[in-house]
């Protein structure tokens, strides 16, 4: 196996014996780093630390992934335009901070019969937010409702972005 020290310097290709003697002696760990390597590396290090160092890179990557929510918005057939208004502004609101959102209109009874004013609604509300987000989902029933998912266009920054860039 080839021995790499802490600092990077390389002690050639050496027997597992010897090179876990040679760790030893220096007070340290002897870490497999690449197995797959032809020969495969080793390192001298101190393995506490360098498990430490491994669990801070990986938090670090976890930060930088983006969250999306998928926040949900339940409308009725007969929902009156006060209301309608209202969930529109709020959808619009979680859009442009960067999270989906899912449309639903709930059917009851005799109410599946009238499955055109819930496309209207669904309709209506992609005509009202198409300045700020795309259809993920066409609207579609699946069971007693029908839902459609709406998601931040590629264009629209959310607020955090824009806050950071008037900063600087």
């Known amino acids: 196996m080839r021995v790499v020290t802490e600092d990077g310097e390389a002690l ?5 014996r010897d090179a876990i003697q040679k760790a030893r002696e220096m007070g340290l ?3 497999e780093i690449a197995p797959n390597a032809q020969p495969p590396v ?3 290090i101190d393995y506490g630390k360098f498990l430490y160092e491994q669990k801070k890179k990986q938090h670090e990557q976890k930060k930088k992934q983006a969250k999306v929510t998928v926040k ?3 409308f009725r057939p007969g929902t009156d335009d006060h209301d309608y208004d209202y ?4 959808a619009k609101e979680w859009i442009l901070e960067g999270d989906k959102v899912r449309a639903a209109i709930a059917f009851r009874g005799r109410e599946m ?3 055109e004013l819930g496309s209207k609604i669904l309709a209506k509300m992609r005509e009202d937010l198409a300045d ?3 259809v993920e989902v066409m609207p579609k029933m699946e069971g007693y409702q029908m839902f459609m998912i709406l998601i931040p266009k590629k264009s629209a920054k959310p607020k955090s972005e824009k806050s950071a860039d008037k900063t600087e």
């Open 113 to 115: 019969s009238h499955r």
């Open 42 to 44: 080793c390192k001298i």
């Open 29 to 31: 760990d002897l870490v």
């Open 12 to 16: 050639g290709v050496m027997d597992t």
């Open 132 to 134: 700020v987000a795309d």
């Open 87 to 90: 969930r529109v502004k709020r």
């Open 72 to 74: 949900e918005l339940k």
